[in-house]
């Protein structure tokens, strides 16, 4: 009994690694990265959930109608969401994505950077040791290589897309599509 008691406290002592992770603020790519997070909770790490400022809203939103603030000692202790402004003003189209992506290419990186060098919860969760972005935002692996940090890309969505995506130019030359489609 003793054992369970002292390893259930070192569980809920200051994690040794904490993971920054910031998802491309569309449908379908928050939730695979939140879902991340918490596998990456589940063993040790603390996170820092980096969202659009329009996203955290959504999320804070639905994380209080699912039932809101997690009981002491559970996952809630080791997630930090922060909000970073992407750029676009209120009545701005965010469906626009040409428009956006280069927006926050601008936007984000200098909240970012602050943030990766611990700034606004540092004694909660320890500095930033590592980095998991959205391929969508992988310009903010810039900030992450100055910064000495590992960081990895991830692809949220389904590996059928990618592997369209990707091979769409072999499948062009092939003639098996036309150029017209992209």
Known sequence: ??????????????????????????????????????????????????????????????AAGAGGVQA?????????????????GDGDDRDNLVRLNAVMEEAIPPQLEPILDGAGGEGQLGKVTCVVVDV???????????????????WAASAAVLAVLLGAQKLIRDGVIDDDVF
Request: aromatic residues 6%.
């Open 1 to 62: 009994m003793a054992a369970a008691a002292a390893a259930a406290a070192d569980h809920d002592a200051a994690p040794r690694a904490h993971a920054l992770i910031l998802p491309y603020p569309a449908q379908g790519h928050v939730i695979p990265l939140m879902e991340l997070a918490y596998c990456l909770i589940d063993r040790g790490f603390a996170v820092t959930f980096v969202n659009t400022e329009h996203n955290h809203r959504r999320v804070v939103a639905a």
């Open 72 to 88: 002491p000692g559970s996952r809630a202790r080791r997630l930090r969401l922060v909000a970073v402004a992407d750029g676009m």
């Open 136 to 154: 969508g935002m992988s310009w903010a692996l810039d900030a992450v290589k100055r910064r000495g940090l590992p960081g990895a890309a991830l």
